[in-house]
């Protein structure tokens, strides 16, 4: 697509979004790949800073674009985006530009001082990740004490009086029993919970096998998310278990390259931000053009946003509602593009998963290269040799880093 396709006048929303829009609704922005923690389920595989990553003027200069074209909003995350010594400064920058900011984070530096300035500060968003409504749940994939550090900035963000912050949780077959314990948390500190999918990218694809929902655990999130997901957000994380029968709220369909895409440190362009992969990246908004040649006129994108054929899933009756489901899920199992999602409803992914197929090497991995004390029990036990650093950088977070 280019700035100057025109869509059908009587297009429904969804139709509109399929063929793209001009700019993104939103999109999401890793502003670096450093991080205080090595949860398992990574899906950046992040640790380690790319020394290559943008310097504050120009991460000014993508905001400067992203005001231009009236992005309404980033989702500013990592790697854990306050170990950035500017994190602070982009983020007032951002809102002085009229570009909302939801920020993820593991809590580490939401001290009291900070949650004050954030109760104090408009247009700006903080969403805490928190993998178990336990301690033993959460701990064993995001590391030692980091159920503590995300309760210690709730409760911070509470006493500061900020306003519905999100408690953010990667579904998994260990805490899908754990759903009423999370709303529980998010009314106590004032939140709104949002779930999300597990995506078999980055650590994830080691231990997608072991975290993943289990199909009758599917069936149970389907069931709790129908009767309480008005009130919790989800994204396009679960539109693949709109094959039970209906579809769920939020928007179900594949926004990658249509209505959002990922910008990673460096400033490459993905189609999802769950799909940080050679194969999904559609350029790089420092060459020529910037991000606005990157997001109009990119092939990538492009191909995405043509009517997309339902290949083997097309003679389901669910194909409709499902749309083949989830595009990360399938590529990093190794499934085809046009086949069924792994975690297909009707059954269909299993049948598949247990055929030929091959599953695409990391393209680039941001790990710690030895462990640490804060490294998740999940990793201890065994995973996958790690794929050799995309750059050469330093095993400390910040080193390299000139503010």
């Known amino acids: 697509m280019t700035s100057t ?3 059908p006048a009587n297009a429904t929303l969804i139709e509109q979004f399929e063929r793209g829009l001009n ?20 899906l950046s595989s992040s640790g380690r800073r790319d020394p290559r990553e943008l310097s504050t003027a120009q991460c000014e200069a993508v905001i400067d674009e992203l005001q231009r074209m009236q992005v309404f909003y980033v989702n500013i995350g990592g790697g854990e985006p306050t170990i950035r010594p500017d994190f602070w400064h982009l983020l007032e920058y951002a809102v002085a530009h009229q570009v909302g900011v939801k920020f993820s984070t593991n809590g580490s530096r939401i001290t009291p001082e900070r949650a004050r300035f954030l109760a104090g500060t408009d247009y700006v968003d903080v969403q805490i990740s928190l993998d178990g409504a336990t301690a033993e749940v959460n701990d064993y994939v995001r590391g030692p004490g980091s159920y503590d550090t995300a309760v210690t900035a709730l409760t911070n963000l509470r006493d500061a009086g900020f306003r519905d912050a999100k408690i953010s949780v990667v579904c998994t077959r260990d805490n899908i029993g754990q759903l009423d314990d999370f709303a529980a948390l998010a009314e106590t500190y004032g939140a709104t919970l949002r779930l999300t999918r597990l995506r078999p990218s980055g650590r994830g694809a080691d231990v997608w096998d072991e975290l993943h929902p289990l199909p009758e655990q599917q069936r149970v999130l389907y069931d709790w998310l129908t009767a309480h997901g ?40 993905y189609a999802c931000p769950f799909a940080i992969h050679e194969e999904f990246r559609a350029g790089n908004l420092l060459e020529d053009g910037g991000f606005q040649r990157v997001w109009q006129d990119s092939e990538l994108f492009a191909d995405l946003r043509l009517p997309q054929s339902g290949g083997a899933c097309s003679a389901c009756r669910f194909y409709d509602t499902c749309r083949g489901g989830c595009m990360a899920a399938k590529f990093f199992t190794g499934l085809p593009m046009d086949g069924p999602d792994p975690e297909c409803v009707q059954g269909y992914g299993e049948a598949a998963l247990a055929g030929d197929r091959t599953v695409p090497a990391a393209s680039q991995d941001h790990s710690r290269r030895s462990p640490t004390r804060n490294q998740p029990v999940m990793l201890q036990i065994g995973r996958r040799p790690a794929a050799p650093p995309v750059t050469a950088c330093a ?4 080193a390299g880093f000139t503010p």
């Not at 700019?23 to 990574?42: G, Q, R």
Request: glycine residues 8%; contains cysteine; charged residues 15%.
């Open 5 to 7: 396709t025109v869509r």
């Open 23 to 42: 700019a993104p609704i939103c999109l999401t922005w890793e502003l670096t790949y450093a991080c205080n923690l090595e949860c398992a389920h990574c």
């Open 230 to 269: 008005d009130n919790v957000l989800t994204g396009d994380s679960f539109f693949h278990l709109a094959a039970f029968g209906s579809a769920l709220p939020g928007l179900n369909m594949c926004g990658a390259g249509r209505v959002v895409c990922l910008i990673d440190p460096v400033g490459d362009v």
């Open 395 to 398: 095993e400390s977070p910040l």
